[in-house]
C-alpha cells in the first residue's frame, strides 16, 4: 500500500534562518507531488507541484522554493524564513490518471519567531 | 481564479443530529471530493464524485455532484463525537490532477 510521510512535525524557528521540510511518498512510482499551506486551521493554498523529478511549478509568489530531487521526495525550502511563513504544510500525492484523488502527510506546523 | 463558496463556516450539533453542508462555485468542475481533516493532521478523503448527478455514499455519509457541475453537498447522518473536524470541499477541471480548487472549510463541532 501507498504511504506518505512529511517531516519533522513541529518546527520553531526564528526569522531569517533557512528552512527543510522533507517529504517521502512509498509504494508508487511517478506520482504527482503537492505542497500546500493551511493558515490559521482553515483554507488550503496550493504552493507548489511536481509531475516528475527537477519539474517543479510554482502556484504563488513567496519566500519559498521546492525541489524534487527523486522520484518520491519532495522538498519544501527557504533560505530566509519570514514571520508570514508560519503554517501548517502539507505534502500530497497524487497518481496519474486518478482524477483529483490526493493524499496528504501528516503535515508540519512551522512556527517562526 | 477559481473559488469555491463552502458554508456554512461553522456548525454546532448534539450528537444524533444530522448535518448537511454545500459549496458552490463559478466555475464547472469535473469532479468533486470531500476531505475531513482532524485537528492536527492531514486532511483525509471521504468521498469523491465524478459525474454530474451522482450521488454516493460511505457509511453515514452521503455527497453529491450536483447537475450544473458547479455545487456539491456533504450530508451525515446520526452524528458522533468522532464526526467532529473541519470539512472540506474540493473541486478538480479537466486534466489538472491533483490541482485541486479547496473550499474555505466547515468547522463541525458535536456535543455529546
Known amino acids: 500500500s501507498q504511504t506518505i510521510h512529511q517531516w519533522p512535525a513541529t518546527l520553531v524557528q526564528p526569522v531569517g534562518s533557512p528552512l527543510s521540510l522533507e517529504c517521502t511518498v512509498e509504494?508508487?512510482?511517478?506520482?504527482?507531488l503537492y505542497w500546500y499551506r493551511q493558515a490559521a486551521g482553515r483554507g488550503l493554498q496550493l504552493l507548489f507541484y511536481?509531475?516528475?523529478?527537477?519539474?517543479i511549478s510554482s502556484e504563488v509568489p513567496q519566500n519559498l522554493s521546492a525541489s524534487r530531487p527523486q522520484d518520491r521526495q519532495f522538498i519544501l525550502s527557504s533560505k530566509k524564513l519570514l514571520l508570514s511563513d508560519s503554517g501548517f504544510y502539507l505534502c500530497?500525492?497524487?497518481?496519474?490518471?486518478?482524477?483529483?484523488?490526493?493524499?496528504f502527510g501528516e503535515g508540519s506546523r512551522l512556527t517562526v519567531l | 481564479g477559481q473559488q469555491l463558496n463552502q458554508s456554512p463556516q461553522s456548525m454546532f450539533i448534539q450528537e444524533g443530529e444530522d448535518v448537511s453542508m454545500n459549496c458552490t462555485s463559478s466555475?464547472?468542475?469535473?469532479?468533486w471530493l470531500w476531505y475531513k481533516q482532524d485537528p492536527g493532521e492531514g486532511p483525509v478523503l471521504l468521498i469523491a464524485?465524478?459525474?454530474?448527478?451522482e450521488l454516493t455514499s460511505n457509511g453515514r455519509l452521503t455527497a453529491q455532484f450536483g447537475i450544473t457541475r458547479k455545487d456539491s453537498f456533504l450530508n451525515i447522518s446520526a452524528s458522533i463525537p468522532s464526526d467532529v473536524g473541519i470539512y472540506f470541499c474540493?473541486?478538480?477541471?479537466?486534466?489538472?490532477?491533483?490541482?485541486?480548487?479547496f473550499g474555505q472549510g466547515t468547522i463541525l463541532t458535536v456535543h455529546p
Open positions: 511536481s509531475v516528475g523529478i527537477g519539474q
Open positions: 500530497a500525492w497524487t497518481q496519474l490518471g486518478v482524477a483529483g484523488e490526493l493524499f
Open positions: 509504494g508508487t512510482s511517478n506520482p504527482n
Open positions: 466555475s464547472i468542475f469535473n469532479t
Open positions: 464524485l465524478y459525474k454530474a448527478g
Open positions: 474540493a473541486g478538480a477541471g479537466g486534466t489538472s490532477y491533483g490541482k485541486l480548487t
